[in-house]
């Protein structure tokens, strides 16, 4: 077989790849060796700045099948009959570590799927979790600060992630998740996904509902204990990196099943709980899981940095047939999102292999870094136009809806609505097993002992009267381990 020719980025043969041109064997190193500063050069860009949650990740590509009718839902047409299949791809990650932290380590797990439609890209951007920590995403920043290090010392900190958790009563739910044995998965193919968010779904009469998605994994849950998972992250910090790559290579292709919840717009008026607070759930006995279709990973992408590193992936991606609401973490992460992408890839990121549309893309965005006009070429960059034959489909028009108010105003989001403690409760009571309560406790109490400094006593007791109001064993059980008094008052408080 014919050799070929070593290059130069421009195409160039050339042959001294090992060696500088110095002036004698051993002499300086001459500057017109231009081939060393290229190489050099290019060495020094290789990295992207990283994501600033979700950096340790891993993906891979596959196929979604419908396997069962919802197209009285949404007129989405990846939906419109059973046997529709697209390509997709998957990214799992931890969310506060950073690229080369332990895969391993307590942390809620990314689930970021794309679906390359025949509409366009549709991304669902959750978490192994169906609740998250906060309901507003004002507080993101704030959270995920207490999430990564100490300014002074640059080390995590129990403190102040505690500080944080005992001040907002609504990261309770997911507390309580994060430190049970769900907080450190066995891999990524064995654990649920969900879109967390309440999302919408619009059907050919122009009727919405609200749906809640489900990936429900069939592999079977299967979890790490705390002990396991420290362990593992010392033997092999990149285990659930392994995991999925060595089972897809295998031919061992992991799987999931899909599920939506319905809600219908007259359901939500009369909810307990607000059904756009994602620190909150919908109760499977209320609004029942419908199955939608299997997703099945099979393909490991052949470079890491193109197809995973450089994978965008945001809420707004939406296609025809879905839509969001008014939840108002889902709101903040419709801008945040694709502006991390803008900042960390770059405004052509979409133009890359992983992110872009296999089927067509016909806008007026034009130049910026990293261009590819192999698509548009010469065509107009302004619409209207007398020269193309890109018209807007009336059929592709926003759902239209009035609201509820006209009144603005930066509303307490707790306001009449302040129930963080029953569904919490309602999770350590109903389900979680005996093992699963002795566990999370544990858990609890090997995280909360890192709380140390003159604050210490003040962070845990206002988390202890979050653990007693939403069930008294499990105060009573973290205090006791803890070596804390209790007060009377503050169980009185907490009924």
């Known amino acids: 077989m014919d050799s070929k020719k070593l290059t130069l980025s421009n195409g160039a043969p050339y042959f001294e790849h090992q ?73 799992f990650s931890t969310v506060g570590g950073e690229k080369g932290s332990a895969d391993t380590a307590r942390d809620p797990r990314g689930f970021a799927l794309k ?63 994060l430190m049970s044995d769900r907080g450190t998965p066995h891999g990524y193919r064995h ?55 060595n089972a897809i290579e295998n031919g061992d292709f992991p799987k999931w099943t ?3 919840q319905v809600m219908t717009e007259e359901q939500a008026k009369d909810f307990r709980w607000n059904p756009f607070d994602v620190t909150k759930v919908w109760f499977h006995d209320d609004f ?18 193109a197809h995973v590193e450089q994978s965008t992936f ?37 133009q890359l292999e992983v992110n872009r549309c296999p089927f067509a893309v016909n806008n007026y965005q034009r130049d910026g870094f990293m261009a590819d006009s192999s698509e548009y070429q010469d065509k107009p960059n302004y619409f209207p136009n007398s020269f193309d ?37 309602l999770l350590y009571t109903k389900s979680m097993t005996s093992e699963d309560r002795e566990h999370l406790i544990s858990n609890i109490i090997g995280s909360m002992k890192g709380i140390t400094g003159p604050k210490r006593e003040e962070i845990i007791n206002r988390q202890l009267c979050h653990f007693f109001r939403a069930n008294i064993e499990l105060g009573m059980k973290v205090a006791s381990q803890l070596n804390i008094n209790i007060d009377v008052n503050m169980m009185n408080h907490s009924k």
């Not at 309440?198 to 509902?209: G, L, P, Q, S």
């Not at 849950?221 to 910090?237: H, L, Q, S, W």
Request: with cysteine.
């Open 288 to 305: 029942p899981m419908i199955e939608v279709g299997e997703m099945e990973l099979n393909e490991v992408p052949v470079n890491y940095f």
């Open 19 to 91: 060696d500088s041109q110095t002036v004698g064997p051993r002499g300086p190193v001459l500057l017109q060796d231009f081939i060393l500063q290229e190489n050099l050069a290019h060495f020094v860009r290789e990295r992207i700045p990283e994501r600033i949650v979700h950096a340790k990740g891993s993906g891979a590509y596959g196929t979604f099948t419908v396997t069962h009718d919802i197209s009285q839902y949404t007129k989405a047409k990846l939906f419109s009959k059973v046997g529709n299949s697209c390509r997709m791809f998957a990214r």
């Open 258 to 260: 899909m599920f939506i």
């Open 191 to 245: 654990m649920h996904g969900f879109g967390s968010h309440t999302f919408a779904m619009i059907n050919d009469k122009n009727e919405r509902v609200w749906v809640k998605f489900h990936f429900k994994t069939k592999q079977g849950i299967k979890n790490f204990t705390d002990a396991e998972a420290v362990k593992m992250a010392g033997e092999n910090p990149d285990f659930a990196q392994e995991d999925l790559c």
């Open 389 to 425: 034959d890109v018209k807007p489909d009336p059929s592709y028009k926003n759902y239209e809806y009035e609201l509820d108010s006209a009144h603005v105003a930066s509303y307490n989001r707790n306001e009449n609505d302040d129930d963080h403690y029953t569904q919490p409760g």
């Open 115 to 177: 679906f390359y439609t025949e509409d366009g890209n549709w991304d669902l951007v959750g978490n192994n979790t169906p609740v998250f920590f906060i309901k507003d995403a004002k507080k993101f920043p704030d959270f995920i600060h207490t999430q990564k290090r100490v300014p002074k010392t640059n080390l995590k900190s129990a403190t102040m992630m505690w500080d944080f958790w005992s001040h907002n009563p609504e990261s309770l739910h997911q507390v309580l998740i």
């Open 314 to 350: 945001s809420p707004s991606s939406l296609v025809n047939g879905i839509s969001f609401s008014p939840d108002k973490m889902l709101q903040g992460r419709l801008f945040s999102y694709p502006d991390a992408h803008r900042y960390r890839v770059g405004v052509n990121a979409h």
